[in-house]
């Protein structure tokens, strides 16, 4: 009876810890990402890549439509010119990585990592598609300039942080944007 017990647990854990996992792995994202050219990008759309530490690849171009990045260790990645549309880029490591000229309409980037660890570069947005965009983030430093942030939702939530300080994104280069009808907010 308690190797029955066992056994069940087993493969109740098992299924539990699949049910949560990434679609793809490490490995098969870095593969089909060099087997993509800039004539046929790699095509990565509405995967699941959750979780999966992807740091350092170049993804050029890659079509990320609709994926799923939550939690995703992106640091240091090149995504210039990549299509990020409606992508959930929730809770991503993103520290130095370049979304130069990526299209990232509608995606949404709440609690993004943006510094921490060894490296000390903010992320890039420089020309970046960001309409309709959703981000929390605190970006002083970061790179927006001639990005497209009509209608996106930007602000900085720092009512759970132990030290209660933010730094407005005032700092960050955004000029020229696109627009500035953005509405930037920091909540308190």
Do not use: H, Y
Request: proline share 4%.
């Amino acid at each position: 009876m308690k190797s029955l017990l066992w056994i069940a647990g087993a493969l109740l854990a098992f299924l539990v810890q699949t049910a949560d996992a990434a679609e793809m792995s490490a490995e098969q994202v870095r593969a089909a990402l060099q087997r993509g050219s800039p004539q046929r990008p790699a095509d990565l759309r509405g995967k699941d890549l959750s979780d999966l530490d992807l740091s350092g690849l170049d993804a050029r171009s890659a079509n990320l439509s609709g994926a799923n990045l939550f939690g995703a260790k992106l640091v240091r990645v090149d995504l210039r010119g990549a299509n990020l549309e409606g992508t959930n880029l929730n809770g991503a490591w993103l520290m130095g990585t370049d979304f130069s000229n990526a299209n990232m309409a509608r995606a949404s980037l709440l609690s993004v990592v943006v510094l921490g660890g060894e490296v000390k570069k903010m992320p890039v947005f420089r020309g970046a598609t960001m309409t309709g965009i959703r981000m929390i983030a605190d970006l002083p430093g970061a790179d927006l300039s001639g990005a497209d942030l009509r209608n996106a939702v930007i602000g900085v939530n720092i009512r759970n942080q132990g030290m209660g300080r933010c730094a407005p994104i005032s700092r960050a280069p955004i000029w020229p944007v696109r627009t500035l009808q953005a509405p930037i907010s920091i909540e308190r």
